[in-house]
């Protein structure tokens, strides 16, 4: 069973296009033959009648009166005479009637004149049959003709009528996932307006149930974090407390589960904040990408050296992006803080920033071990930690990057450094450069 509606709509057509062709011809063919048979008794019936005035006279048989059609003129006399078959033809009725000429079939004209004799006009039947074939096969072929050009015009109006559905159909795949702007309803056909509405609907239903998730979750963590910050901070009492050693490990414990659970409602609220960012790129301002990547370093400088850790730039040109400036932060402070995580003492992290045609491009290395490549695809994937989990990292800080990225309509590509005896993590993004 044929599952696309263009090719159940072009069989269809085509069938009833070949169908009422195959019988108008069938019809034509019969008519044109009939017409042409008539033409030709018609042409003996004159032939007689001239022969009948006077037209021609002679004493014996006039051959060839029409040599192509094989008309003959035959003198009977006034009594049966000649082979059996003309004696036979002298005691038929004037007329038109199926006799044999030689053996073969003949359509014959009889007439009597007024002195008594009687005359023949024959035409062979196979020649007036090939006559009258080939006339009606010239009638039937401009149907036969015909039919060819319409399946291809059938083909074409099937496919511009289709072409709303289609034109729709890859606006939705160009879409984002979080793109839940209403389907324009012009330029479509009325046919369509039902199915584009109900489409509409359920994209703002849709877009409802996100905004309610979305404002759930930045609630949640931003209801979450006044209890944990005042925990942190009765935690951070207890260190003026004398307390046993094994009072101390557990109080360790605990503030590096508080400052874990922190560390993830500060992602939440981040992914929160993203999402309901505008999604309009026309809006953004643009903003110098080494510009924002200075100010993060300049950030977490600190940290780095207290890590051990050499953080600077390796090339850092001036390349201009469009994006909101909180958003570029974010996501090259998450880039840098995974790399902090994994990079050990005495490491290094390198960032270059510089134009490559019409993309500007972010690149930052470290000399961590790495990820193995049964994990790679999998870091920017929400909550994913690996098998190496490290520090207070949850899972988040790549997962928002993608997100931004992919607002950004750029890409991100991470690989291991395999270069010589080099090891880490090198992560590549790539956002279209914006006029300065």
Same mark, same amino acid.
């Not at 510009?291 to 977490?300: F, M, N, P, R, T």
């Not at 490290?390 to 997962?399: D, I």
């Given at each position: 069973?044929?599952?696309?509606?263009?090719?159940?709509?072009?069989?269809?057509?085509?069938?009833?296009?070949?169908?009422?062709?195959?019988?108008?011809?069938?019809?034509?063919?019969?008519?044109?033959?009939?017409?042409?048979?008539?033409?030709?008794?018609?042409?003996?019936?004159?032939?007689?009648?001239? %022969?009948?005035?006077?037209?021609?006279?002679?004493?014996?048989?006039?051959?060839?009166?029409?040599?192509?059609?094989?008309?003959?003129?035959?003198?009977?006399?006034?009594?049966?005479?000649?082979?059996?078959?003309? /004696?036979?033809?002298?005691?038929?009725?004037?007329?038109?009637?199926?006799?044999?000429?030689?053996?073969?079939? %003949?359509?014959?004209?009889?007439?009597?004149?007024?002195?008594?004799?009687?005359?023949?006009?024959?035409?062979?039947?196979?020649?007036?049959?090939?006559?009258?074939?080939?006339? *009606?096969?010239?009638? %039937? &072929?401009?149907?036969?003709?015909?039919?060819?050009?319409?399946?291809?015009?059938?083909?074409?109006?099937?496919?511009?009528?289709?072409?709303?559905?289609?034109?729709?159909?890859?606006?939705?795949?160009?879409?984002?996932?979080?793109?839940?702007?209403?389907?324009?309803?012009?330029?479509?056909?009325?046919?369509?307006?039902?199915?584009?509405?109900?489409?509409?609907?359920?994209?703002?239903?849709?877009?409802?149930?996100?905004?309610?998730?979305?404002?759930?979750?930045?609630?949640?963590?931003?209801?979450?974090?006044?209890?944990?910050?005042?925990?942190?901070?009765?935690?951070?009492?207890?260190?003026?407390?004398?307390?046993?050693?094994?009072? /101390?490990?557990?109080?360790?414990?605990?503030?590096?589960?508080?400052?874990?659970?922190?560390?993830?409602?500060?992602? &939440?609220?981040?992914?929160?904040?993203?999402?309901?960012?505008?999604?309009?790129?026309?809006?953004?301002?643009?903003?110098?990408?080494?510009?924002?990547?200075?100010?993060?370093?300049?950030?977490?400088?600190?940290?780095?050296?207290?890590?051990?850790?050499? &953080?600077?730039?390796?090339?850092?040109?001036?390349?201009?992006? /469009?994006?909101?400036?909180?958003?570029?932060?974010?996501?090259?402070?998450?880039?840098?803080?995974?790399?902090?995580?994994?990079?050990?003492?005495?490491?290094?992290?390198?960032?270059?920033?510089?134009?490559?045609?019409?993309?500007?491009?972010?690149?930052?290395?470290?000399?961590?071990?790495?990820?193995?490549?049964?994990?790679?695809?999998?870091?920017?994937?929400?909550?994913?930690?690996?098998?190496?989990?490290?520090?207070?990292?949850?899972?988040?800080?790549?997962?928002?990057?993608?997100?931004?990225?992919?607002?950004?309509?750029?890409?991100?590509?991470?690989?291991?450094?395999?270069?010589?005896?080099?090891?880490? &993590?090198?992560?590549?993004?790539?956002?279209? *450069?914006?006029?300065?």
């Amino acid at each position: 069973m044929i599952n696309s509606l263009r090719g159940r709509l072009f069989i269809s057509l085509t069938t009833i296009v070949l169908v009422t062709g195959l019988i108008g011809g069938v019809f034509a063919h019969r008519w044109a033959f009939d017409e042409a048979i008539e033409t030709q008794d018609s042409v003996l019936i004159q032939i007689a009648g001239l %022969v009948q005035s006077g037209g021609f006279t002679g004493a014996q048989d006039l051959h060839g009166v029409d040599e192509n059609s094989e008309v003959w003129l035959m003198e009977l006399g006034r009594t049966p005479q000649g082979t059996p078959e003309e /004696r036979q033809l002298w005691r038929l009725q004037d007329g038109m009637r199926d006799a044999t000429r030689q053996g073969k079939p %003949v359509r014959v004209v009889l007439r009597t004149r007024s002195d008594g004799s009687r005359f023949a006009v024959a035409q062979s039947t196979g020649v007036r049959d090939e006559i009258a074939s080939d006339m *009606a096969l010239r009638t %039937v &072929l401009p149907i036969a003709a015909l039919i060819p050009c319409l399946m291809l015009v059938i083909a074409f109006v099937i496919a511009g009528s289709l072409r709303p559905m289609v034109r729709l159909a890859d606006e939705l795949n160009a879409r984002r996932a979080d793109d839940m702007t209403a389907l324009p309803l012009r330029d479509l056909p009325s046919e369509l307006n039902p199915f584009v509405s109900s489409i509409n609907g359920l994209l703002q239903r849709m877009h409802e149930m996100i905004g309610q998730q979305r404002r759930f979750i930045a609630d949640a963590a931003h209801e979450l974090r006044t209890p944990l910050t005042a925990l942190s901070v009765q935690a951070e009492n207890l260190d003026h407390v004398e307390l046993p050693p094994a009072a /101390r490990e557990r109080l360790a414990a605990l503030r590096q589960g508080m400052s874990r659970s922190k560390h993830l409602l500060e992602q &939440l609220l981040a992914r929160a904040r993203h999402d309901a960012a505008s999604t309009d790129c026309g809006q953004w301002e643009v903003v110098e990408l080494d510009h924002a990547a200075k100010s993060v370093i300049a950030d977490l400088l600190r940290e780095a050296i207290s890590r051990g850790v050499d &953080l600077g730039f390796e090339r850092a040109e001036s390349v201009p992006v /469009r994006g909101e400036p909180v958003m570029l932060a974010a996501m090259i402070r998450n880039l840098l803080d995974n790399a902090l995580r994994f990079t050990p003492a005495g490491g290094r992290i390198d960032v270059a920033i510089y134009r490559d045609c019409a993309m500007a491009v972010l690149r930052i290395e470290d000399n961590g071990p790495g990820v193995s490549p049964e994990e790679i695809g999998r870091i920017f994937e929400p909550f994913f930690r690996g098998q190496r989990p490290e520090g207070e990292g949850v899972g988040l800080g790549l997962s928002i990057v993608k997100r931004i990225v992919d607002r950004l309509e750029g890409s991100i590509d991470a690989a291991n450094i395999t270069e010589g005896e080099r090891s880490g &993590l090198r992560i590549v993004i790539k956002l279209p *450069a914006a006029a300065a």
